[in-house]
């Protein structure tokens, strides 16, 4: 299976952090996110963008640890712009990444 965009996306999300654009950095982790659930996917789950990654979040099939780091990906900033303490959206989308690439579909 091929993951190039969603490592792209990805790398674009590193590269935002780390020239202080927080906000792109967080849109790319989503994205790159998105990417690898669509090429895992994609005959399976017709849905796009953040109702893709609200539906892995609800997904039973799917493990505890990413179901809850899909959660991350949907949360909403506060007014200062900040997600909770802790929570990292370039490492959530990594490890959705990394568990896809390795992972055989949840069955039906």
Known sequence: MDMTNALEELEKAR???LAGFEGRARVCARRAAVWAIQ???AASKPLYGLDL???VAQDSRMPEH???RASHLVMSVNTA???PPGVDL???AQTII???SQAE???A
């Open 90 to 92: 370039i490492t959530d």
């Open 66 to 68: 990413i179901r809850a």
């Open 53 to 55: 990654l609200h539906q």
């Open 39 to 41: 090429t895992k996917y």
């Open 98 to 100: 990394q568990f896809l």
């Open 105 to 107: 579909e949840p069955s």
């Open 81 to 83: 712009h900040e997600l």
């Open 15 to 17: 590269a935002a952090r």
